[in-house]
């Protein structure tokens, strides 16, 4: 017989048997009992509290005939179908992989036809945060017109990415995380139940590990039962619990070491992903700092109190100098003040791993230390600075070579957004460095569509920030902007020097955005409004070069290069608001303007400069 993990075998299927959601359960249940059924419930918590358990209870009991106390039967022909999946009126979605608005048309289509078999048609959309925009806005259309005989459950485990719209037309439920000893009496209930000898004190291990979740918890133990021989014992749940969390830990603090924030961050993203919870990571990573710290001190004591230490977790103890384990430390702390009340931890997490992988700070003269850590240190600042200075002095030869006009090649080409973060660390004590060739990486998948995006939410952007950020960010303008970049503009050179300089403020404009714009998270380049034009020549140049072979698309992109320096000189506020200035219209280019469908050849122009810079395009669409 296949094997089959035990969170499958043992899914709950009343809502008596959901463990540690009393409250949610006992209104479910009222609800069914008095027959009170909303269009649409929202069941928000941490991943493996029952949610989608809680949801096919649901829908099971207002669909069986044999309902009792608000309770399925979970014997009728309408449960079994249910608890099979194979009751056609009951649809479970999984918004992860069917997140676009064809998906999600499909369904609402459908949802207008009554329930074939059962009473309710039921819809339970797991992981709903994951829907685009398009798709939420598709779903809001179906909620508004509620019918008799549908209703949709929702799932999530991170309600703050909902539109307030959708979440105002659902009843919500909080699933809370569950208490270590609950998970623990309910392991106990399986062991004994399968008839699996253990230790009480091991599977407490395992509820604490689990972190308020019964999936990982069974998954947690499904893997300590294929590992004990006979008795689960403390040891082997360390081996379980202990690899899993410290192996992830291992490989984020190496990189952080490594000053490799790009690896950092995908390691970070990955144990988010996992279904680490920010903040639980944040206290996790705290407490393994420490452990580093007392490991190098008396190394005898931590084996002994943590019994398990992974080869990579002494290899870094053995590497990383304590002053910066001190540094980290304290870095950790701050940002577990800091996300206390946000209901964005990830963000801060984000910006604490960029500082974790920056260099460490100068030594301060470590007097009688016999620690090679902090000479360590101050020779990988060193060799940063060169890097940075030898690709200075390799870009302005470059330039020079080809007489300033013609940009050529991209030198550094995609190996520079490797090394971002620390170009930024290393280029703080110069004057401002134009990144010219992140600004033409932005431009060569710059599209309209992706600048009237960003500025519908700029206003809504602007107001996640603190007052200081606010104030450089305020007097900005959004010169282009593509899929994976955006290019924003600074009235004042120094100003534009002062936020590259804040090293988290591209990050965090690319975090918001994403919460703002479903999943739209660009590299934000920072350039001087003053040096727009001329980039956006060098880059229209360089397009026009390389496509030499088309002859009309190469005069369209110079010419069209200039018609943009017409236009870039009108003032911001008269572009928002539209009001062209009078020259256009003498100039006969507004024609071209109002009715981009009439095909004179200026009119192509327009178009390809529309196509290449968003900057132009708001003046037309309005
Ligand atoms: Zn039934």
């Known amino acids: 017989m296949a094997y089959q993990a035990l969170y499958r075998v043992w899914r709950s299927q009343r809502f008596d048997d959901v463990v540690g959601q009393k409250a949610v359960t006992q209104t479910l249940k009222n609800a069914v009992l008095q027959n009170q059924i909303s269009h649409a419930y929202l069941f928000t918590g941490p991943r493996g509290t029952g949610k989608t358990s809680a949801a096919k209870i649901f829908a099971k009991a207002i669909n069986c005939p044999n309902s009792h106390d608000g309770e399925p039967c979970n014997e009728c022909e309408m449960c079994k179908a249910i608890t099979a999946g194979a009751q056609e009126d009951v649809i479970e979605i999984d918004a992860a992989s069917n997140n676009g608005?064809?998906?999600?048309?499909?369904?609402?289509?459908?949802?207008?036809?009554?329930?074939?078999?059962?009473?309710?048609?039921?819809?339970?959309?797991?992981?709903?945060?994951?829907?685009?925009?398009?798709?939420?806005?598709?779903?809001?259309?179906?909620?508004?017109?509620?019918?008799?005989?549908?209703?949709?459950?929702?799932?999530?485990t991170e309600p703050h990415k909902i539109p307030a719209t959708i979440i105002s037309r659902t009843q919500r439920f909080d699933f809370k995380r569950i208490d270590t000893k609950d998970i623990a009496e309910h392991l106990a209930y399986i062991?004994?139940?399968?008839?699996?000898?253990?230790?009480?004190q091991a599977l407490t291990v395992i509820a604490q590990a689990a972190e308020g979740g019964m999936?990982?918890?069974?998954?947690?133990?499904?893997?300590?039962?294929?590992?004990?021989?006979?008795t689960i014992t403390m040891k082997d749940v360390m081996a379980v619990t202990g690899s899993l969390t410290y192996e992830m830990m291992d490989r984020f603090m190496g990189d952080c070491f490594a000053q490799d924030a790009?690896?950092?961050?995908?390691?970070?993203?990955?144990?988010?992903?996992?279904?680490?919870?920010?903040?639980?990571?944040?206290?996790?990573?705290?407490?393994?700092?420490?452990?580093?710290?007392?490991?190098?001190k008396a190394p005898n004591l931590l084996a002994e109190k943590s019994g398990y230490l992974t080869a990579a977790f002494k290899d870094l103890a053995g590497k990383i100098p304590s002053a910066q384990l001190f540094n980290w430390i304290k870095l950790l702390n701050e940002t577990q003040n800091e996300i206390r009340f946000t209901n964005s931890p990830t963000i801060y997490l984000e910006v604490a791993t960029v500082k974790l992988a920056g260099p460490p700070p100068a030594p301060i003269a470590a007097v009688g230390s016999t620690d090679s850590g902090p000479a360590t240190a101050a020779d990988n600042q060193l060799v940063l600075e060169l890097q940075h200075q030898v690709r200075q002095l390799a870009e302005e030869l470059q330039q020079l070579k080809q007489g300033g006009t013609a940009a050529g090649t991209n030198g550094s080409g995609g190996h520079n957004s490797h090394h971002s973060s620390k170009d930024k660390a290393a280029a703080t004590n110069s004057k401002y460095?134009?990144?010219?060739?992140?600004?033409?990486?932005?431009?060569?998948?710059?599209?309209?569509?992706?600048?009237?995006?960003?500025?519908?939410?700029?206003?809504?952007?602007?107001?996640?920030?603190?007052?200081?950020?606010?104030?450089?960010?305020v007097n900005t303008q959004i010169k282009a902007a593509g899929p994976r970049?955006?290019?924003?503009?600074?009235?004042?050179?120094?100003?534009?020097?002062?936020?590259?300089?804040?090293?988290?403020l591209a990050l965090m404009i690319s975090n918001n955005l994403s919460r703002l714009i479903d999943g739209y998270a660009p590299d934000t380049v920072f350039i001087p409004e003053s040096a727009w034009l001329e980039l956006?020549?060098?880059?229209?140049?360089?397009?026009?070069?390389?496509?030499?072979?088309e002859h009309t698309e190469q005069s369209a992109v110079s010419q069209a290069a200039g018609f943009g320096e017409q236009t870039a000189a009108v003032p911001q506020e008269a572009s928002v608001a539209f009001k062209a200035p009078e020259n256009w219209a003498d100039s006969g280019l507004m024609d071209g303007l109002t009715d981009p469908s009439a095909a004179a050849p200026e009119d192509r122009l327009v178009t390809k400069a529309d196509e290449l810079f968003g900057d132009l395009t708001t003046v037309i669409d309005d």
């Open 101 to 156: 608005v064809d998906e999600i048309r499909f369904i609402t289509d459908r949802a207008k036809y009554s329930p074939t078999q059962a009473k309710y048609k039921v819809y339970i959309i797991d992981e709903v945060h994951m829907l685009s925009t398009g798709a939420f806005n598709a779903l809001l259309k179906t909620l508004e017109e509620p019918q008799e005989s549908l209703v949709f459950i929702l799932a999530t």
């Open 191 to 200: 062991c004994d139940r399968i008839d699996v000898p253990y230790e009480a």
């Open 215 to 230: 999936r990982d918890a069974l998954s947690m133990l499904d893997q300590a039962i294929s590992f004990a021989e006979g």
């Open 262 to 296: 790009t690896a950092a961050l995908e390691a970070l993203d990955e144990i988010l992903a996992s279904g680490k919870e920010a903040r639980r990571l944040l206290e996790n990573l705290l407490v393994y700092c420490r452990d580093l710290l007392l490991y190098q």
């Open 433 to 473: 460095r134009l990144p010219k060739d992140k600004v033409y990486k932005v431009l060569e998948q710059a599209t309209k569509d992706d600048v009237v995006k960003v500025r519908n939410v700029w206003g809504d952007l602007l107001m996640m920030f603190n007052a200081l950020r606010k104030g450089l960010l």
């Open 485 to 504: 970049g955006l290019v924003l503009s600074f009235e004042s050179e120094m100003v534009c020097q002062k936020a590259s300089e804040d090293e988290e």
């Open 536 to 549: 956006r020549q060098g880059f229209l140049n360089q397009s026009g070069s390389q496509n030499s072979s």
